[in-house]
């Protein structure tokens, strides 16, 4: 019974040190502070929270003097399927990038 108890204990400790970005937002990384919703957790909490939390990170950026160019390229997945998304309908169309000259597509 004690084995099972303390198998029980540490399953469930292990479990509560499984840390997250928003549990200090003066200590998390730059890649959070720029793109908040790739923490697990940020990403579950309902709105109220995320706003919460959200401030803080403004505070921290501003802080730091963090502009997050250096991830510019880091689209995100809904940038990008909507720039592919644009290209094939101005491939539908027709719809050529340089005017005066004939329509060309790689």
Known sequence: MRVLKFILFMILSSCSLVQSNISSVKKSNDF???????DLVFSKLDLE??????SQINIEKIARNLTCEDYANYASGDEN??????????????KCRYRGEPCRYD
């Open 32 to 38: 959070f502070l720029c793109f908040p919703d790739t």
């Open 81 to 94: 399927l909507k720039r592919i998304n644009q290209e094939e309908l101005d491939k539908k169309i027709g």
């Open 49 to 54: 929270q995320k706003l919460e939390i959200q």
